[in-house]
C-alpha cells in the first residue's frame, strides 16, 4: 500500500507530513516514558521483522498480491509507541534506500501504515486483550479482527489522500480499496496470529531470544523467502490499474537498490535476496541506533 509520488498532489503532501510529523514526535515522547520498554536490540530485531515481512506479497486473486502492514504485529511485540516508531522506520528505509513510496508522500505512508495501521490498530488489540474472561479462542478473534481492521483503516485513509489530492473520486476509489483490502486484511490477521506467540517475549524461554529469534527470522526472509514473493501488482496498484490513476514518474532520487534488487546483479533471485538481507541489515542498524537514542533520553529526562 506504499503510495508512489505520482499518485498524490498538492496540499496534501504537506499536511500528511505535518500529522506524521507530530505523531511520531509524540510516539517519540510516549516511548521515553513507558515504563515497559523494548531493550534497543529486541527494538531493532523486530523493526527488521517487519522490514521482511513487507517484503513478502502473497496473491489474493484476480492478479492481486497483498503484503503484510505489520502495524499491530509491532505493536503487540513492542508496546504501542514503538509499535509506530517501528513501522515509521521501515517505510523510510522502503522510501530512501529501495524507492518503494516516494519522497514527497512518505508523510501519508507514515500516517496510514504507522500511525493508524500500529498506532490505531494498536489500541484495537489493547482493547480486545483488556476485555476479562476470554478464551484463547476469543482472544485469537481479537487480535485477528485489530489486525484486520487496522489494514482497512490505512486503506481508507490512502482512499480519502487519493480523492482530496483529485487523483480519482472517493466514491470510485474506496469500495474497490476497502474490498481489496478486506481480503488482504484476512492474510494480514492470519500472519499476524501465526508470528504473534512465536515472537512475544513472554513466550520466549530466554531473554537473548526475544532478541535472536525475530533477527534470525527476519534474515532467513529477507534473504532466502522474499526472492519467492508474489510479483503480481498489490492492492493499491491494482485498483489503480482499474481505474488508470498509475502513472509512472521519475524518482525524486537514485536510491542504491531500486525495486529491491542491486542493479550490479544480473540473477534476479540472488540479486532480490541480497537486497532484501541488506535492507534488514540497514533496518535492524537504524532501528537500534533510536532505540538507544531513546533508551538514554528517557534515562536523562527521568
Not at 513478502?56 to 516508531?85: D, K
Request: with cysteine; hydrophobic share 55%.
Amino acid at each position: 500500500m506504499h503510495i508512489p509520488s505520482s499518485m498524490l498532489h498538492g496540499a496534501i503532501c504537506p499536511v500528511t507530513a505535518a500529522v506524521s510529523t507530530i505523531s511520531l514526535a509524540g510516539a517519540a515522547y510516549a516511548a521515553t516514558k513507558i515504563s515497559n520498554k523494548p531493550s534497543a536490540a529486541r527494538f531493532a530485531a523486530v523493526t527488521a521483522l517487519i522490514f521482511a515481512g513487507q517484503m513478502m506479497n502473497f496473491p489474493i486473486q484476480s492478479g492481486t498480491s497483498g503484503h503484510l502492514l505489520g502495524g499491530v504485529l509491532a505493536s503487540a511485540l513492542l508496546g504501542i509507541p514503538f509499535g509506530v516508531l517501528a513501522v515509521a522506520l521501515v517505510l523510510t528505509v522502503q522510501c530512501l534506500v529501495f524507492s518503494d513510496g516516494g519522497l514527497a508522500v512518505l508523510g501519508a505512508n507514515i500516517l496510514n501504515m504507522a500511525v493508524l495501521g500500529a498506532g490505531a490498530g494498536g489500541f484495537f488489540y489493547q482493547y480486545f486483550l483488556q476485555k476479562e474472561g476470554r478464551t484463547v479462542f476469543q482472544r485469537g478473534i481479537g487480535i485477528g479482527l485489530a489486525a484486520w481492521v487496522s489494514t482497512l483503516l490505512a486503506a481508507l485513509a490512502c482512499s480519502v489522500e487519493l480523492a482530496v489530492s483529485g487523483t480519482v473520486a472517493f466514491t470510485q476509489v474506496s469500495g474497490a480499496m476497502l474490498s481489496t483490502h478486506a481480503l488482504i486484511g484476512i492474510g494480514e490477521a492470519t500472519i499476524t496470529l501465526i508470528a504473534l506467540p512465536f515472537f512475544a517475549q513472554e513466550g520466549l524461554i530466554r531473554t537473548r531470544w526475544a532478541v535472536a529469534a525475530p533477527a534470525a527470522a527476519a534474515m532467513v526472509i529477507a534473504a532466502m523467502l522474499s526472492p519467492f514473493a508474489s510479483g503480481w501488482p498489490d492492492g493499491l496498484e491494482w485498483v489503480a490499474q482499474k481505474y488508470q490513476f498509475l502513472h509512472e514518474s521519475a524518482p525524486a532520487f537514485v536510491s542504491p537498490m531500486p525495486d529491491y534488487a542491486i542493479p550490479v546483479i544480473s540473477h534476479q533471485m540472488i540479486s532480490v535476496g541480497l537486497a532484501g538481507l541488506a535492507g534488514a541489515l540497514i533496518t535492524f542498524a537504524f532501528a537500534w541506533v533510536l532505540g538507544k537514542g531513546l533508551h538514554s533520553l528517557s534515562r536523562s529526562v527521568a
